[in-house]
């Protein structure tokens, strides 16, 4: 499966925005779907994730509440509402799937992910 994240933008603090993963080739209804960031000068980190089955989702703590993840296996896409954008979450976005299809459990770790596609920079200023 490769996957394509898209919707980045320069915005003020506050204001919302909506990222798309698309994912081509492969069975894309079978993975999990994660979407994490590296901000300037840091490690990449885990932002949310989307189990395959849906219904199930995980976020790290700094973005509950503001970060949405869905899906839509239909069109191959996975979304990220950003509600409440932060300046701490000004960074590069990227998109990716859990290596084992129909894993058992959402899982955070970057390590289990592959099929990385190219991020889409978010700029949130203040």
């Known amino acids: 499966v490769q996957l394509q994240a898209s919707g980045g933008g320069l915005v003020q603090a506050g204001d919302s925005l909506r990222l798309s993963c698309a994912a081509s080739g492969g069975s894309f209804s079978k993975y999990s779907i994660g979407w994490f960031r590296q901000a300037p000068g840091k490690q990449r980190e885990f932002v949310a994730a989307?189990?395959?089955?849906?219904?199930?989702?995980k976020y790290t703590d700094s973005v509950k509440g503001r970060f949405t993840i869905s899906r839509d296996d239909a069109k191959k896409i996975v979304y990220l509402q950003m509600s409440s954008l932060k300046p701490e979450d000004t960074a590069v976005y990227y998109c990716a799937a859990d290596r084992e299809p129909f894993a058992p459990l959402l899982r955070d770790s970057l390590r289990v992910y592959d099929y990385w596609g190219p991020g889409t920079e978010v700029t949130v200023s203040s």
């Open positions: 989307s189990r395959w089955s849906r219904g199930n989702t």
